[in-house]
């Protein structure tokens, strides 16, 4: 049995749910509520399972894996096909850039926890917080754009033209983006990969408006 403990909005849920669609691999959620009760992920039973406080959480043979792309990584070698690390070792190394250019660079500073920092601890506005926010994913998206743009390995999707790891990395984050107003029209080229992305039942069915704990 495989378990899925996450958010309906956590990115990094997101990720690992377009992963296990594309893998065709069938998966029981648990959801972990970011904001109820001071945060669901605080709470002895959820710590047990992860000392981070951060979601998701993969269950999987009797083992907890915790962070999203040591997931992906894991679903890649458990489940080799589809895969989401096709092609030769350089085609592999550009999809993991691209992931973790978002993973890493995009989305920790925009993620639950800095926020509440922001806000809770430093006394930052909601103007400023939402400041915040779209400057750290311009800059990422930018950068994303014009690489991707001039890609000659870039097909419908990220790298090629089935999805890989960087295309479940990507969408979850102009999901935020769009969820926190930014204007996406500088970005055509991730928006056509967004497209194509959402074009697919995996991709769909990942959506957060599609989880259970969605309302």
């Known amino acids: 049995m495989t378990t899925l403990y996450g958010y309906f909005r956590s990115s990094a849920s997101y990720r690992v749910r377009i992963a296990l669609n594309l893998k065709g691999q069938a998966y029981d959620t648990v959801p972990v509520h970011l904001l109820n009760q001071g945060g669901e992920q605080f709470q ?21 894996l915790r ?38 660079e995009i989305h920790p500073l925009n993620n639950l926890r800095v926020l509440r920092y922001l806000k ?15 400057h750290w994913i311009k800059l990422g998206f930018s950068a994303l754009e014009k690489q991707l743009a001039a ?13 890989t790891m960087a295309d479940c990395c990507l969408v979850p984050q102009i999901y935020n983006a769009r969820r926190f107003e930014l204007d996406m029209a500088p970005y055509p080229t991730l928006r056509a990969i967004e497209d194509a992305c959402n074009a697919l039942p995996a991709f769909q069915a990942a959506h957060p408006a599609q989880q259970p704990d969605a309302a």
């Not at 997931?71 to 691209?98: C, T």
């Open 120 to 134: 809770h601890q430093l006394g930052v506005g909601e103007e400023a917080k939402n400041a915040w926010i779209h």
């Open 151 to 163: 890609d000659a390995a870039r097909g419908h999707f990220c790298v090629g033209d089935i999805p």
């Open 67 to 104: 962070q999203s792309l040591a997931v992906l990584e894991y679903l890649e070698e458990r489940f080799p096909m589809p895969s989401l690390l096709p092609g030769d070792a350089m085609q592999r190394a550009r999809i993991r850039e691209l992931s973790l250019a978002v993973a890493c």
């Open 44 to 64: 002895p039973a959820f710590t047990e399972l992860n000392p981070h406080s951060l979601v998701p959480v993969l269950a999987h043979e009797g083992v907890h």
